[in-house]
């Protein structure tokens, strides 16, 4: 969406996006993200998170994540696909499951936390996966098809088997994961048993870029610049980018700020443009 960090707070809450249906966060706060899905109209199918450092280094990191859950099922009952910071926390445990009873239409999913601020022993790692498992199993609609486990997302063996059994009947599913575990050969041998049952159709380790990309495997996502120029966009779609965080005294900070503010008195149909590609500084900067 451009950068917000030319706003204070309350300059943030001023702004409304009532036909915002694709959100990329990138280079701003959760709390930031979550003021844009308040002020949203409820018409968000995607909002996508790049789990890099600027979410795992939040003071509040577990305060914020509970919030940013809280917006989603509260403010966008049509998501379809979601990047969702978690906390190991019951709290987070008990938002979560509300979000998947009320997004229904969530077909594609992104888990990822923070080991920053708290160092989790593996058994807790492990005993928060059964958790989240149970959680998938009992308030995940048939509509989600694709999970990926980003940072310290681990399951045993025995919690996994569990987990692909109950799943059955489903749609085929596809999993990916950073963690390497899944790699070992009695993991294998229960994957390849579950992809010939037809209860996954992927399940494999990917590299954290492939991960947290927002160009979803199951072609649920498109990049960026590729959805903005789809012909199949609607008026009211808009395609957020982000421009890393810069000094107040960028001078193109007043560009931004007051093509931002101006799109607050456009008329519905048209789609905001205020949105900042910013590839590299010797291409320099392009407003559309």
């Known amino acids: 969406m451009g950068d917000f960090s030319i706003f204070g707070e309350h300059e943030m809450k001023m702004l409304y996006f009532n036909y915002l249906e694709i959100l990329h966060i990138d280079c701003i706060t959760l709390i930031e993200a979550s003021i844009i899905i308040e002020n949203s109209g409820g018409k968000l199918k995607e909002v996508s998170i790049k789990p ?14 509970l919030i940013f859950i809280r917006k989603i099922y509260q403010k966008c ?3 379809e696909v979601l990047s969702l910071a978690f906390s190991l926390s019951k709290d987070h445990f008990i938002e979560f499951e509300n979000l998947l009873k009320i997004c229904q239409n969530l077909k594609s999913l992104l888990l990822f936390t923070s080991n920053f601020h708290i160092r989790e022993t593996e058994e807790k790692i492990l005993e928060s996966g059964e958790e989240i498992l149970k959680i998938l199993i009992s308030s995940a609609s048939n509509n989600l098809r694709e999970i990926r486990f980003f940072n310290n997302f681990k399951f045993s063996l025995g919690t996994l088997e569990n987990f692909l059994e109950n799943w059955r009947g489903r749609p085929a599913l596809s999993i ?19 992809k010939n049952d037809g209860v996954i159709k992927t399940f494999k380790y990917e590299s954290v870029i492939n991960i947290s990309s927002i160009a979803g495997i199951a072609g649920f996502v498109q990049t960026g610049h590729q959805a903005q120029e789809s012909p199949n966009r609607s008026a009211g779609e808009v395609i957020g980018y982000s421009l890393p965080r810069s000094s107040p005294t960028d001078p193109f900070h007043s560009r931004i700020c007051s093509q931002a503010l101006e799109s607050q008195n456009r008329s519905a149909d048209v789609v905001l443009h205020y949105c900042v590609i910013v590839r590299s500084v010797s291409e320099g900067l392009n407003l559309f």
């Open 176 to 194: 990916l994961t950073s963690s390497t575990i899944y790699e070992e050969e009695d993991y294998k041998n229960l994957i390849d048993d579950y």
């Open 52 to 65: 890099y450092d600027f979410v795992y280094y939040e003071d509040n990191f577990s305060e914020d994540t």
């Open 77 to 79: 009952p049509l998501i």
